[in-house]
């Protein structure tokens, strides 16, 4: 199981912006993934394997973490980055996902 | 590029079945695992199982006993997901999305656009 918090954040442009996502047992091999949503469109991955940012992904997402806590952070937070974020653990199935975090610009 | 591209909005009864399906096109078809998750309206991410496009061989979410199938069609590059005896929460977004690598853990870097199932008396 994997706990997201807090289940909302507000933000002002400019800022920091941290969720975290914490395993009820140690994930394998720290294969975690983020993934941002906005309204209406299909999830998009930010970061796999705990800390690797995808394709495209600019560098003020970051992942951190191991074992059962990880964390994203989000630095210099743009109107744009508002939507849902969700971390997914991929390391042993069954596939999980977090329950969500809504960061609100 | 790189896309998947599902097949459109579905309406069914409760008890009937239905069946979607993911075009893949601008890579291998063969190096990546494609993956079912769902979405129902307002709520979060659900997986529901994944398929290996070589041997075809299934991994499934262990909350659909005997309720879902996967396919492929290797010559079409295509994918797809199979539910029986729907229920009214069986309802929402189906996507199928890619496998970033050639393992079966691996993060999700390609969504297809969705398919919307309508479960409904």
């Known amino acids: 199981v994997l706990t997201q918090s807090p289940g909302t954040l507000s933000v002002s442009p400019g800022e920091r912006a941290s969720l975290s996502c914490r395993a009820s047992q140690s994930v394998f091999r720290n294969y975690v993934a983020w993934y941002q949503q906005k309204t209406g469109q299909a999830p998009r991955l930010l970061i796999y394997d705990a800390s690797n940012r995808a394709t495209g992904i600019p560098d003020r997402f970051s992942g951190t973490g191991s074992g059962t806590d990880f964390t994203l952070t989000i630095s210099g937070l743009e109107t744009e980055d508002g939507g849902m974020y969700y971390c997914q653990q991929y390391g042993r199935s069954p596939v999980t996902f977090g329950g969500g975090t809504k960061v609100q610009i | 590029q790189v896309q998947l591209v599902q097949s459109g909005s579905e309406l069914r009864q409760p008890g009937a079945s239905v069946r979607l399906s993911c075009k893949a096109s601008g890579y291998n078809f063969h190096s990546h695992y494609i993956n079912w998750v769902r979405q129902a309206r307002g709520q979060g991410l659900e997986w529901l199982g994944t398929?290996?496009?070589?041997?075809?061989?299934?991994d499934f979410a262990p909350t659909f006993p005997g309720r879902i199938s996967m396919t492929r069609d290797t010559s079409t590059t295509t994918a797809f997901l199979a539910l029986y005896s729907l229920r009214l929460e069986d309802t929402g977004v189906y996507y199928c999305v890619r496998g970033r690598g050639g393992s079966d853990s691996e993060a999700y870097d390609v969504w297809g656009q969705g398919t919307e199932v309508t479960v409904s008396s």
């Open positions: 398929i290996n496009p070589n041997d075809g061989s299934i």
